[in-house]
Structure formats: structure tokens, C-alpha cells
């Protein structure tokens, strides 16, 4: 028992105040809730908590320095943080899905509109994706964009978390910007490989991304048939003629 939530709690020194507390992380999560809102999370106020709050919203390790709040310093001194081998950090998994849990209504959307448009002005890979993550929180318009803005700054460890990420926006995305995102979606998965992913979002296009059906010929071996693709539709695209350039 005493292991295991040692490993929930990833090592953070409460873990042994919770084992001698008797309290059970397969029968109890309320208890377990409660322990990390009146002990771990216990006195967090002011710029602890802002900052608490933005990197609740983050869904994975940022540089310290990208973050819009400067309060990391006291949650790493209550061991809050954990941090990469580059160098990023994010908060202990059970904190972070605890007090995600708790920031709903106006204040998740404040915060996420906080969030947007901070990462909106920062100069780092990783920046459209968290304007993305953010902006899905927010509102469900203008995602395509924000996605384009994504694949734009090709930065491939970002692949699989947009990919995630999209499959959340076609949910909330409004109707006219479903093509866009499904196509996106299926270019995401071609260049991670997985063929089948990629012609399940090709097949609810109503107009299907003919550089990715392509794509997706080649990875199945018919070269042939993805150079008819191209030259069958290079008729009138200049959208197509700039990709394949």
C-alpha cells in the first residue's frame, strides 16, 4: 500500500502522512482529494496560487520561463513541481488533476482566456499548441486556425499531444470548421504513420485533402497511384500547387 501511494503521489514527502493516515487510494478518492486540497495544497495563496492555476490548465512540461505567472519558485520549495530532463516542469500528477478538477465554471474560462493569449505572444515551439489547448477551453471558434498554427511550427514532439488535442476540437468545433480540423487531423497522422487514423478523418471530409490521400497512398506502397492523385488535381488548386512546392 505504502508503494503505491508513494507512486500516485510521484515521491512527494506527504505520501508517508497519507500511507500512517490509513487512508486507501482504490477505495477512498475522496479521501485521497481531500487529503491533497487540506495538506499538499494547504496555505498555496496569492501567486502560488495563480501560478498553481496556470500550470493546472497545462497539458504537458513548459520552461519555467515561458509561464505567464512567477510563482514556481515557492510550489517547487513545497515539491509541487516535477521537472524534465530539459528542464521543463508540471506539477505532480495527482495535484494537477486534483485541482484541475476544481477550476470549472467562469474561473476555467478566464483562466483559459489568460492563457491564450499569453502563449499567443511568447516565442517557443511549443506556444500554438498551448494557444490551441487553450483556446478549445475557451471557445469553440477559430480552432482550425489556431491548429494550422500548430502544424506551421513543426515541431514533431508536439505530433501526438495535437492529435489528442484534435480530436477535442472536432467534438466542439462548429460546423464549417470540421473540414479543416478533420484534415489537419488526417496530415497529423500521416506523418506519425498510422494510415488507418488518417483515412478514418479523410473519409469524413466532404472534401478530402488530396496531398494527404497522397500521402497516404505512399505509405501504403502505391507510389503510382499517389502521383495520379497529384496530377489529376493540379488543375486548378494554387492551395495544393504552394504544399506540394
Do not use: C, K, Y
Request: glycine share 6%; hydrophobic share 50%.
Amino acid at each position: 500500500d505504502a508503494r503505491r501511494i508513494v507512486q500516485r503521489l510521484e515521491g512527494h514527502p506527504l505520501a508517508l502522512q497519507l500511507h500512517t493516515d490509513g487512508m486507501n487510494l482504490d477505495q477512498a478518492p475522496a479521501d485521497v482529494t481531500r487529503f491533497v486540497l487540506d495538506a499538499v495544497l494547504a496555505g498555496v495563496e496569492g501567486e502560488e496560487r495563480d501560478s498553481l492555476d496556470e500550470l493546472a490548465l497545462l497539458p504537458m512540461p513548459v520552461p519555467a520561463q515561458a509561464l505567464r505567472v512567477e510563482g514556481v519558485d515557492d510550489l517547487d520549495e513545497r515539491a509541487l513541481l516535477r521537472w524534465s530532463a530539459e528542464n521543463d516542469l508540471r506539477l505532480h500528477a495527482l495535484v494537477h488533476h486534483v485541482h484541475r478538477e476544481g477550476l470549472v465554471g467562469d474561473d476555467l474560462m478566464e483562466l483559459a482566456a489568460l492563457g491564450a493569449t499569453h502563449w499567443e505572444g511568447v516565442a517557443h515551439p511549443l506556444a500554438p499548441l498551448m494557444v490551441l489547448h487553450h483556446r478549445l477551453l475557451v471557445d469553440a471558434r477559430g480552432l482550425a486556425d489556431a491548429a494550422e498554427a500548430v502544424m506551421a511550427a513543426e515541431e514533431t514532439g508536439a505530433l501526438g499531444r495535437l492529435s489528442a488535442v484534435l480530436e477535442d476540437a472536432l467534438r466542439a468545433a462548429e460546423e464549417e470548421e470540421r473540414d479543416r480540423l478533420h484534415g489537419l487531423a488526417a496530415d497529423v497522422a500521416v506523418r506519425r504513420g498510422e494510415v488507418e487514423r488518417a483515412r478514418a478523418h479523410l473519409h469524413e471530409m466532404q472534401d478530402p485533402d488530396l496531398v494527404v490521400q497522397a500521402a497516404v497512398l505512399r505509405l501504403e506502397g502505391e507510389a503510382d497511384q499517389a502521383d495520379a492523385v497529384l496530377l489529376n488535381a493540379l488543375g486548378g488548386a494554387q492551395n495544393l500547387r504552394a504544399r506540394i512546392a
